[in-house]
């Protein structure tokens, strides 16, 4: 349930490491897999000054930097977040960049924390850009701060006994961005649907598991509906209302008759698309498939 995730990660469970300030004897407290999605992470205060110590969920020998490997990628990245928070009406969160030099894939990781900060591994970064481009940055860094609007605005308005919920919106939110005119401004989707390729790899099939993120294929259809809600301009509150009103409807197998009381208007534009919806989330439509939808 969202009430009890102090943090959410793109990529799912990250083992936990007991950590040792450089600058005092101070021993971390360790995160057992069983408490990872529910214990208080310890924040990083100044000791991001002192030996830019990050925290319990990266490699103990990993650090904390402002930026990546070379000043277009960080100028790109920065841009992006003032961007991305514009749009939604905020002010930027924290960014940082975590890189492990001992363990380089020990990064491949984004983690948005509730108190305000985003932390986004070297190894995910450069591995998104060499396969997808610029765009999977964006859509990714756009998920992570989606999980911002979450701890912001209390979202989202549907729980269940996994992270299922948190991670479908963040990926909605993603599509969303994307599309919009003062976001990334992608209108013909087999952009979108091409760099989201790289991220829905990330679903799983573990639907029992208070980390599950949701499958595949329901990572595909939550990120067509946001992409599909990019035609209206919405605050995160009536996001949220939307994109649960027609992605429960998805999930069971129906279209909710009742009318949309707040957004009645999208009803009309969204109904061309339930069927299209089911189809993706239950496989009928093919990744393949998907990557050519108008």
Excluded at 39 to 57: F, H, R, S, T
Excluded at 62 to 84: P, Y
Excluded at 96 to 103: E, L, Y
Excluded at 153 to 172: C, I
Aim: hydrophobic share 30%; proline share 3%; aromatic share 14%.
């Amino acid at each position: 349930m969202k009430k009890n995730l102090n943090f959410c990660l793109i990529a799912g469970f990250i083992a936990a490491f007991s950590l040792t300030s450089c600058s005092d004897d101070k021993m971390e407290e360790t995160v057992s897999p069983d408490q990872a999605s529910s214990a208080k992470i310890d924040q990083p205060g100044d000791l991001e000054k002192i030996c830019y110590y990050v925290d319990n969920n990266w490699n103990s020998t990993a650090v904390l930097k402002t930026s990546l490997q070379n000043s277009t990628d960080t100028n790109f990245m920065n841009a992006q977040m003032t961007k991305i928070a514009s749009l939604w009406g905020r002010s930027n969160p924290t960014l940082r960049f975590v890189d492990d030099p001992s363990n380089y894939n020990s990064t491949y990781n984004a983690i948005s924390y509730s108190t305000g900060k985003i932390y986004y591994g070297y190894a995910i970064y450069y591995d998104a850009k060499s396969k997808g481009g610029d765009i999977v940055n964006a859509m990714i860094l756009a998920h992570e701060y989606g999980h911002q609007l979450q701890y912001i605005f209390g979202l989202p308005s549907v729980s269940e006994n996994t992270a299922r919920p948190n991670e479908l919106e963040a990926d909605g939110f993603a599509g969303y961005y994307l599309r919009r005119p003062n976001g990334y401004n992608k209108t013909n989707f087999t952009e979108i649907a091409s760099a989201y390729e790289f991220a829905q790899s990330i679903g799983d099939y573990q639907t029992n598991s208070p980390g599950h993120h949701g499958t595949p294929a329901q990572r595909r259809s939550a990120v067509r509906l946001g992409f599909l809600l990019g035609q209206y301009d919405l605050n995160a509150a009536n996001f949220d209302y939307n994109f649960f009103y027609y992605y429960q409807g998805v999930l069971n197998g129906t279209y909710k008759m009742a009318k949309n009381t707040v957004n009645p208007e999208i009803d009309a534009y969204m109904s061309q698309y339930i069927d299209e919806l089911k189809k993706i989330q239950t496989g009928e439509i093919s990744a393949e498939e998907f990557k050519n939808l108008k």
